[in-house]
C-alpha cells in the first residue's frame, strides 16, 4: 500500500518510517524538514499542510494518508484549528479529488481531557477537551466524520495517549503507547477493509490502563506492550494525584489556561 504520511519528520512519524516498510508498505513523506528520514528516503515531499498545491500533489497517487502533521503545543484558538483543522480538511478535499479512501488521524486523549478518571474511558464519551489544543482535536475528528458521511470515506481517529520509547511518570503507566504498538495501531487502521468511522484509544496494553481498548481491537489493533515493565524505574513525585484526576493530566491544571485569541 502507498501511504502518505504528514509529519513524517516528528517522532511518530519516524517510528512508522522504521515500522510501516517491514509490513509492506510504501511511504511517502511530507514535513517542513528539507531532509528526508529513515524510511522515506525515496518520496520525500517539502511543504506545509496548509498549502492546498503542495498537499493536493502529496495526495495524488497515494492508497492512505496518515496525518500527524500540527503543532502538538498549546497555542491560541485560531492557530489551533489552522494547524489541526485546516490542514485535515486540505487533506480529505484533496483525497475526494484523488479518490483516496483511507485517512488515519492522530487525534489525541485532550480531545477528551477533561474526563475524570472515575470509570474506564470509553470512546463514546463527550468531547470534554482539556485545551485549544484539544478543541483542534475535536474538529478534526468532526471533519472525519462529516467526510466519512459524505464521500464514504474510511477514516480512524486515533486518540494517542503518551507516546514516547518509555513512561515516565506514573500517569504515563497508564497513557504509554509504545512506538511498535503505534505501528500496529497505524496499520489496522489503514487496512481495515471498512471502518467506517471509528475512533480508537491509543494506548498499549498497560496494565494500569483504564482505556477501553476495544475499539482498537475491532479493527484489528491488538497492542502488546505493557508500561508495567518500566515501572520500577518510576520515581513518585507530588503532582501524580492531580495528574491522574483527569485524562489529559496537567494539561487540566491552570499552567496551560490562556486567552483563546
Known amino acids: 500500500m502507498k501511504v502518505l504520511v504528514t509529519g513524517a519528520g516528528g517522532s511518530i512519524g519516524?517510528?512508522?518510517?522504521?515500522?510501516?516498510?517491514?509490513?509492506?508498505?510504501?511511504?511517502?513523506?511530507l514535513d517542513l524538514a528539507p531532509v528526508p528520514v529513515p524510511g522515506y528516503e525515496h518520496d520525500w515531499v517539502v511543504g506545509d499542510c496548509l498549502d492546498a498545491e503542495t498537499v493536493d500533489a502529496?495526495?495524488?497517487?497515494?492508497?492512505?494518508?496518515?496525518?500527524?502533521?500540527?503543532?502538538?503545543?498549546?497555542?491560541?484558538?485560531?492557530?489551533?484549528?489552522?494547524?489541526?483543522?485546516?490542514?485535515?480538511?486540505h487533506l480529505l478535499e484533496?483525497?475526494?479529488?484523488?479518490?483516496?479512501?483511507?485517512?488515519a488521524y492522530a487525534s489525541s486523549n485532550h480531545a477528551v481531557g477533561r474526563t475524570p478518571h472515575d470509570a474506564p474511558l470509553t470512546t463514546s464519551v463527550r468531547p470534554r477537551p482539556d485545551t485549544f489544543y484539544g478543541v483542534a482535536?475535536?474538529?478534526?475528528?468532526?471533519?472525519?466524520?462529516?467526510?466519512?458521511?459524505?464521500?464514504?470515506?474510511?477514516?480512524?481517529?486515533?486518540?494517542?495517549?503518551?507516546?514516547?520509547d518509555a513512561p515516565e511518570t506514573v500517569r504515563q503507566l497508564?497513557?504509554?503507547?509504545?512506538?511498535?504498538?503505534?505501528?500496529?495501531?497505524?496499520?489496522?487502521?489503514?487496512?481495515?477493509?471498512?471502518?467506517?468511522?471509528?475512533?480508537?484509544?491509543?494506548i498499549s496494553a498497560n496494565?494500569?490502563?483504564?482505556?477501553?481498548?476495544?475499539?482498537?481491537?475491532?479493527?484489528?489493533?491488538?497492542?502488546?506492550?505493557?508500561?508495567?515493565?518500566?515501572?520500577?524505574?518510576i520515581v513518585a513525585r507530588p503532582e501524580d494525584d492531580v495528574e491522574d484526576t483527569f485524562v489529559g493530566g496537567p494539561h487540566v491544571t491552570s499552567a496551560y489556561v490562556r486567552s483563546a485569541f
Open 94 to 103: 484533496a483525497m475526494v479529488r484523488h479518490d483516496v479512501r483511507r485517512i
Open 137 to 164: 482535536k475535536v474538529a478534526g475528528e468532526a471533519l472525519l466524520s462529516l467526510y466519512v458521511d459524505r464521500f464514504a470515506i474510511g477514516a480512524v481517529a486515533m486518540r494517542i495517549g503518551t507516546f514516547a
Open 174 to 202: 497508564s497513557t504509554w503507547l509504545s512506538p511498535a504498538d503505534t505501528v500496529r495501531m497505524v496499520d489496522a487502521a489503514i487496512t481495515h477493509p471498512d471502518p467506517g468511522y471509528t475512533v480508537v484509544n491509543g
Open 207 to 233: 496494565t494500569r490502563g483504564w482505556w477501553d481498548l476495544e475499539p482498537g481491537r475491532a479493527i484489528g489493533f491488538d497492542p502488546r506492550d505493557d508500561a508495567e515493565r518500566h515501572a520500577d524505574s
Open 58 to 89: 502529496a495526495v495524488r497517487g497515494v492508497d492512505a494518508v496518515v496525518h500527524l502533521a500540527g503543532n502538538p503545543d498549546e497555542d491560541s484558538l485560531p492557530a489551533a484549528l489552522a494547524s489541526h483543522a485546516h490542514t485535515t480538511a
Open 14 to 29: 519516524r517510528a512508522l518510517g522504521l515500522g510501516l516498510p517491514d509490513l509492506g508498505h510504501d511511504l511517502r513523506g
